[in-house]
C-alpha cells in the first residue's frame, strides 16, 4: 500500500503540487506512518496546509481516549469527516463516515471518548474561548 504524505517530484512547482492521500478510510491501519504534532493534551495533528492561526486550513487531528479539544468558536466553515472511532459535541455524535459541517459562529467543544482521527478543514482560523474557572491570560 503506498501512502504517500507529501506530493510526488514533477515538473509541477512546488507551491502548485497536489496534496495526496491514499488509503484514507483505513488511517487508523497506518496512523504511525505519519509525522503527528502535539496539538492540545491528548490530540495530535499532522498539517497538510496552513499554519491554523491566518487563513484556511486543513490537518489530520488524532484523538487519543478520552481527550478534548476546549471550547472554541468557528470564524469561517469548517468540514470534519471522521475517519476512524467517533467524536462528540453538544450537537451529535459522530462516527466513523461521517461529514459535519459546522456553520461560521459555531460554538462547542470536542471530545472523543474511545478515540478517533479526523479530517479537519477549516474555511478560517478557530478561536478558542477562555471558559470559566480558566487562568486568565498572561500578558506578552
Known amino acids: ?45 499532522h498539517r497538510l496546509y496552513g ?23 468557528h470564524t469561517g466553515y469548517e468540514h470534519i469527516l471522521v475517519l476512524a472511532g467517533s467524536q462528540r459535541d453538544q450537537n451529535l455524535t459522530a462516527v466513523c463516515g461521517t461529514l459535519v459541517v459546522n456553520p461560521p459562529g459555531t460554538v462547542h467543544r470536542v471530545a472523543s471518548d474511545a478515540g478517533c482521527i479526523v479530517l479537519a478543514i477549516y474555511a478560517s482560523p478557530v478561536e478558542f474561548l477562555a471558559e470559566p474557572g480558566d487562568p486568565p491570560a498572561e500578558d506578552a
Open 51 to 73: 499554519d491554523g492561526i491566518t487563513g484556511p486550513a486543513a490537518a489530520l487531528l488524532r484523538y487519543r481516549e478520552a481527550a478534548s479539544v476546549a471550547l472554541h468558536r
Open 1 to 45: 500500500m503506498s501512502v504517500p504524505l507529501t506530493p510526488p517530484p514533477s515538473a509541477t512547482p512546488a507551491c502548485y503540487q497536489p496534496i495526496v492521500l491514499q488509503d484514507l478510510l483505513t488511517i487508523a491501519d497506518w496512523q504511525e506512518r505519519i509525522d503527528w504534532q502535539p496539538f492540545k493534551p491528548g490530540v495530535e495533528i
